[in-house]
């Protein structure tokens, strides 16, 4: 069998082309780049983490998380405080522009993504995001290296894209 006839292949090559045409997108509209949109979300979602925790939940080394974060904390988008109930620790969290950034990341990334699913119908569309849905749910299921731990809300995903 031809290797490009199978599901895993198509599935890493869409996303493989998508991340690269995300980036490009964010970089020329936000001067910020998908592996820091990425990091942004994740520390939205969880102030505090690690960086061994975000490489680990974003599949990419520490010390490439290390320097997007010195990156992200140059341009102003990340804080770090000390953790006051265990002061060896520190906390990681978005600034008010990194919030900002953020948001505007995502509507950018959707409004350039919307044109995907143009040409599919409604039912086209929902059966997609349902599909998409469940396989988030199996590879990042507890126990599976490198997991996202986020519930995946197709309601808001799908309302998004109308």
């Known amino acids: 069998m031809n290797p490009t006839h199978s599901v895993g292949y198509l599935l890493q090559h869409i996303a493989g082309t998508l991340s690269r045409q995300s980036d490009q997108v964010l970089q020329e509209r936000l001067g910020l780049g998908m ?43 990340l804080t770090t405080e000390v953790d006051p109930a265990e002061r060896r620790r520190h906390i990681t969290k978005p600034s008010a522009k990194g919030v900002k950034i953020t948001e505007a990341a995502r509507e950018v990334l959707n409004t350039y993504q919307a044109p995907l699913l143009h040409g599919m119908t409604d039912k086209q569309q929902a059966q997609f995001l349902r599909t998409l849905t469940t396989l988030h749910e199996r590879i990042c299921a507890p126990g599976r290296p490198m997991i996202c731990d986020q519930p995946f809300d197709i309601e808001t995903v799908y309302a998004s894209q109308q």
């Open 35 to 77: 592996a820091q949109y990425r990091i942004l979300m994740i520390v939205q979602w969880h102030p505090g983490l690690g960086q061994r925790q975000l490489a680990d939940c974003l599949g990419q080394t520490e010390a490439s998380i290390s320097r997007q974060v010195k990156l992200l904390h140059e341009k102003g988008l």
